[in-house]
């Protein structure tokens, strides 16, 4: 009689793997969307960034000046409590980037001293006289303190979503609606109670049935209109189940602790749902809207089917020409570059010498190089170029070959001495890594004016061409609010003047010869090694505000404010006189003009610059 085999052993470890999948597909979703959401997210826009700076419960008073002491960031204000937040991601348990950076001793940064110079006056603007209008930016309404301090943590956690969030919020009309859930709290609140006492079973059983149904009900129903025709009997049914509830005698301590305990899990069930509007907020203004890729993607196929449009009939001449005017825009945005262009040459007088320089990145070369085939800008000149392509082939050694724009760095400013006043956040834009080798870059020119790609001017500029900086390198205007001294936890043992002012980016005129023989650029790479933590892209983001601020010490030349009307990309509340009397106006801050997210009030100045006979954007559907 043969042996037989024993049966195979099935095999167990496939079966394993895929059931470990799927519990991966199912519980991965619920932990995204219950942890704290990330600060920022890939996009082709322009990044904001965060880093939380000082917190409330340690002050130092230095000066009749109340400054936060937190291993982040500074403030603004000279009299004020401050805080500089910066939108990246952070590694620690807040989710944002610790900036603290302990600087060795033995290896300070050494910034070439520049010659000292007598105080410079500020340049007039070419404007119309105008009032101050620092009051006509906030609202006349005076806040109370509960207030402030629930708009503070709000914006403190969520940013500029709360401005958006109180602007666009909805009163809830539905009255039916809402005397059904407050039914459904008095009843949960008395159902333990009653559950408890001898002889209420009948009652207990009613109060029971009806929270089922109103449950069932407030779950297929958010407004009056969806609710059923026989909703009125039930809201019967429960006020007469209440009303026997309160006849009898409870305990009102059971009542109370369970009432609390339903509002708070009302507050943290608002706090889930506002983390996800939050979360779709960040998305929307942090990702390019789908008709704006259809655009960069329409305009990057046309570019290699057409031969006509890319042919050497481009006034390349006019490119390195240094008498010429020459301004600088980094963008990877085709709708944004174009409204600066549009708006900066509708606004000059003459624009037969104005040369526009646009640096994007390798994406979006072609959408750019087609679309300013396609389209004229008077008599002035566009220049593509690929920054990605020309670092590599200038600087192969440099390892940060991606464009990075503008930026930018929440500000949040409360007085102590003014504890009414409404708490102000206000974006500070400096420059970006990038924004450092425009020197090596252009080599032919002397000088040149940057545009951030989220501004547009509505004066004729040519008066800055005939500057006199003396040996000044960097013309912008200045923020006074916050003070190197405000962020020395930042700014470690590096040598800074406490009581200059930080700058704004936007618009600036830069002396390249003055940059070139004060080795801006060299000094700049000797702060980067000092101030990057790591080689994550969030560490470098972060760093470009102590190197921004530190590269240029002593070598900006103030610009009148007048210049620049910042503030239309968060701030609420601006006179639409202020707006049209400036000779520039900077959307700095999350709600873009491109985006269905900006502000309406301020949108219609930005796109009455728009291009409006392209087909590719009806073709997108693009509608800013």
Same mark, same amino acid.
């Given at each position: 009689? %043969?042996?037989?085999?024993?049966?195979?052993?099935?095999?167990?470890?496939?079966?394993?793997?895929?059931?470990?999948?799927?519990?991966?597909?199912?519980?991965?979703?619920?932990?995204?969307?219950?942890?704290?959401?990330?600060?920022?997210?890939? !996009?082709?826009?322009?990044?904001?960034?965060?880093?939380? #700076?000082?917190?409330?419960?340690?002050?130092?008073?230095?000066?009749?000046?109340?400054?936060?002491?937190?291993? +982040?960031?500074?403030?603004?204000?000279?009299?004020?409590?401050?805080?500089?937040?910066?939108?990246?991601?952070?590694?620690?348990?807040?989710?944002?980037?610790?900036?603290?950076?302990?600087? @060795?001793?033995?290896?300070?940064?050494?910034?070439?001293?520049?010659?000292?110079?007598? $105080?410079?006056?500020?340049?007039?603007?070419?404007?119309?006289?105008?009032?101050?209008?620092? @009051?006509?930016?906030? *609202?006349?309404?005076?806040?109370?303190?509960?207030?402030?301090?629930?708009?503070?943590?709000?914006?403190?956690?969520?940013?500029?979503?709360?401005?958006?969030?109180?602007?666009?919020?909805?009163?809830?009309?539905?009255?039916?609606?809402? %005397?059904?859930? @407050?039914?459904?709290?008095?009843?949960?609140?008395?159902?333990?109670?009653?559950?408890?006492?001898?002889?209420?079973?009948? /009652?207990?059983?009613?109060?029971?049935?009806?929270?089922?149904?109103?449950?069932?009900?407030?779950?297929?129903?958010?407004?009056?209109?969806?609710?059923?025709?026989?909703?009125?009997?039930?809201?019967?049914?429960?006020? +007469?189940?209440?009303?026997?509830?309160?006849?009898?005698?409870?305990?009102?301590?059971?009542?109370?602790?369970?009432?609390?305990?339903?509002?708070?899990?009302?507050?943290?069930?608002?706090?889930?749902?506002?983390?996800?509007?939050?979360?779709?907020? &960040?998305?929307?203004?942090?990702?390019?809207?789908?008709?704006?890729?259809?655009?960069?993607?329409?305009?990057?196929?046309?570019?290699?089917?057409?031969?006509? /449009?890319?042919?050497?009939?481009?006034?390349?001449?006019?490119?390195?020409?240094?008498?010429?005017?020459?301004?600088?825009?980094?963008?990877?945005?085709?709708?944004?570059?174009?409204?600066?262009?549009?708006?900066?040459?509708?606004?000059?007088?003459?624009?037969?010498?104005?040369?526009?320089?646009?640096?994007?990145?390798?994406?979006?070369?072609?959408?750019?190089?087609?679309?300013?085939?396609?389209?004229?800008?008077?008599?002035?000149?566009?220049?593509?170029?690929?920054?990605?392509?020309?670092?590599?082939?200038? #600087?192969?050694?440099?390892?940060? $070959?991606?464009?990075?724009?503008?930026?930018?760095?929440?500000?949040?400013?409360?007085?102590?001495?003014?504890? !009414?006043?409404?708490?102000?956040?206000?974006? #500070?834009?400096?420059?970006?890594?990038?924004?450092?080798?425009?020197?090596?870059?252009?080599?032919?020119?002397?000088?040149?004016?940057?545009?951030?790609?989220?501004?547009?001017?509505? +004066?004729?500029?040519?008066?800055?061409?005939?500057?006199?900086?003396?040996?000044?390198?960097?013309?912008?205007?200045?923020?006074?609010?916050?003070?190197?001294?405000?962020?020395?936890?930042?700014?470690?043992?590096?040598?800074?003047?406490?009581?200059?002012?930080?700058?704004?980016?936007?618009?600036?005129?830069? &002396?390249?010869?003055?940059?070139?023989?004060?080795?801006?650029?060299?000094?700049?790479?000797?702060?980067?090694?000092?101030?990057?933590? &790591?080689?994550?892209?969030?560490?470098?983001?972060?760093?470009?505000?102590?190197?921004?601020? #530190?590269?240029?010490?002593?070598?900006?030349?103030?610009?009148?404010?007048?210049?620049?009307?910042?503030?239309?990309?968060?701030?609420?509340?601006?006179?639409? %006189?202020?707006?049209?009397?400036?000779?520039?106006?900077?959307?700095?801050?999350?709600?873009?003009?491109?985006?269905?997210?900006?502000?309406?009030?301020?949108?219609?100045?930005?796109? *009455?610059?728009?291009?409006?006979?392209?087909?590719?954007?009806?073709?997108?559907?693009?509608?800013?």
């Amino acid at each position: 009689m %043969k042996a037989t085999a024993p049966p195979a052993k099935r095999r167990r470890g496939p079966r394993l793997a895929v059931l470990a999948l799927v519990l991966c597909s199912l519980l991965v979703p619920i932990a995204f969307l219950f942890n704290r959401f990330p600060a920022v997210y890939v !996009t082709d826009e322009r990044p904001q960034q965060e880093v939380t #700076l000082p917190s409330f419960d340690r002050l130092v008073v230095e000066r009749d000046r109340i400054v936060h002491q937190v291993p +982040r960031q500074g403030g603004r204000d000279v009299n004020a409590e401050t805080e500089v937040t910066q939108d990246v991601h952070g590694k620690n348990s807040k989710g944002n980037i610790d900036l603290h950076h302990q600087i @060795d001793t033995e290896h300070k940064v050494k910034v070439l001293p520049p010659p000292k110079i007598e $105080q410079v006056k500020p340049v007039p603007v070419p404007v119309p006289p105008r009032k101050d209008f620092s @009051d006509n930016m906030r *609202r006349p309404r005076v806040p109370s303190a509960d207030e402030l301090e629930k708009a503070k943590a709000c914006q403190l956690e969520f940013g500029s979503y709360c401005l958006w969030s109180i602007e666009h919020k909805e009163v809830m009309k539905d009255a039916i609606v809402k %005397k059904l859930k @407050d039914q459904l709290f008095v009843a949960r609140s008395y159902y333990p109670s009653i559950a408890k006492l001898k002889g209420k079973e009948a /009652l207990t059983r009613e109060l029971k049935q009806n929270i089922q149904e109103h449950e069932r009900v407030l779950s297929e129903s958010i407004v009056d209109a969806d609710l059923p025709s026989f909703i009125k009997k039930k809201i019967e049914r429960m006020d +007469r189940a209440i009303a026997r509830a309160k006849s009898c005698t409870v305990d009102c301590n059971n009542v109370d602790k369970k009432l609390r305990q339903i509002l708070h899990m009302t507050d943290d069930e608002a706090h889930f749902h506002m983390k996800q509007s939050a979360y779709l907020y &960040n998305l929307g203004v942090h990702t390019m809207p789908k008709s704006h890729h259809c655009l960069n993607m329409r305009l990057t196929v046309e570019y290699f089917k057409s031969t006509t /449009l890319d042919s050497d009939d481009s006034p390349v001449h006019k490119f390195n020409v240094p008498d010429h005017r020459h301004y600088v825009i980094l963008s990877k945005n085709v709708l944004a570059a174009s409204v600066v262009i549009n708006s900066s040459v509708s606004s000059s007088e003459e624009t037969r010498n104005v040369v526009f320089h646009v640096l994007t990145d390798a994406q979006n070369f072609y959408a750019m190089k087609h679309w300013f085939s396609r389209n004229a800008y008077r008599e002035s000149a566009v220049n593509v170029i690929n920054y990605e392509h020309i670092i590599l082939e200038n #600087l192969p050694d440099f390892s940060m $070959q991606q464009l990075y724009m503008p930026e930018e760095f929440r500000v949040f400013i409360s007085s102590f001495e003014r504890p !009414t006043e409404k708490s102000r956040m206000e974006y #500070l834009s400096v420059f970006s890594h990038s924004h450092f080798f425009i020197p090596e870059i252009f080599k032919d020119l002397k000088k040149v004016i940057v545009l951030d790609d989220d501004v547009i001017v509505q +004066r004729d500029l040519s008066f800055l061409w005939n500057l006199d900086m003396g040996d000044k390198v960097n013309a912008a205007v200045k923020f006074c609010g916050l003070r190197l001294g405000q962020l020395r936890n930042l700014l470690g043992e590096a040598m800074y003047d406490p009581q200059s002012c930080a700058w704004m980016s936007g618009l600036n005129v830069i &002396n390249l010869e003055k940059w070139r023989e004060y080795n801006v650029t060299e000094n700049y790479l000797q702060l980067l090694e000092k101030f990057r933590n &790591n080689d994550d892209e969030a560490s470098l983001r972060a760093a470009a505000l102590p190197i921004s601020l #530190l590269s240029f010490q002593n070598l900006v030349y103030p610009l009148d404010e007048r210049l620049t009307l910042s503030g239309l990309g968060y701030q609420y509340g601006i006179e639409e %006189k202020v707006i049209r009397t400036s000779a520039s106006l900077h959307y700095n801050g999350n709600m873009k003009p491109w985006l269905e997210l900006g502000i309406p009030n301020y949108r219609k100045y930005w796109k *009455r610059f728009l291009a409006r006979d392209e087909r590719f954007m009806d073709e997108c559907n693009v509608s800013p």
